[in-house]
């Protein structure tokens, strides 16, 4: 199963920006999406970008579109979240995520015994 280790939150006005860093270890191919997901207080975890390595599409949410960019190192064995023009509604526990991509759910979600969440990292932007 794939460890994820999350870094690179904190806190930031609006209008500015962030890079969340995800290293990954363990065992992980072309088969696995990955991804970020994000909790805000009271909602619900939702999928904020996605990437599948085989074909290196990545995919986001409405809400980050423009925005956001996910991209892996050469060895995709760190997943980053750059994170531009934040908006206070952007404040929220952002996690990585890794699973085999026919047996996650939307987004990503890790669904299968070899998916994995990391621990998070906190986002607040400020107004």
């Known amino acids: 199963q794939v460890q994820l280790t999350e870094s690179g939150g904190g806190s930031v006005e609006a209008g500015g920006s962030l890079r969340l860093s995800c290293e990954l270890s363990g065992y992980i191919d072309s088969s696995y999406c990955v991804g970020w997901f994000r909790q805000a207080p009271g909602k619900v975890r939702a999928g904020v970008a996605r990437i599948y390595p085989a074909s290196d599409r990545p995919y986001y949410a409405n809400s980050v579109k423009g925005r956001f960019t996910i991209s892996q190192d050469n060895t995709k064995k760190t997943l980053y979240l750059q994170m531009n023009s934040l908006k206070p509604e952007d404040t929220a526990m952002y996690y990585c995520?890794?699973?085999?991509?026919?047996?996650?759910?939307?987004?990503?979600?890790?669904?299968?015994?070899?998916?994995?969440w990391g621990q998070g990292t906190q986002v607040t932007v400020s107004s």
């Open positions: 995520v890794a699973d085999i991509a026919r047996q996650a759910g939307p987004d990503c979600l890790p669904r299968s015994s070899s998916g994995s």
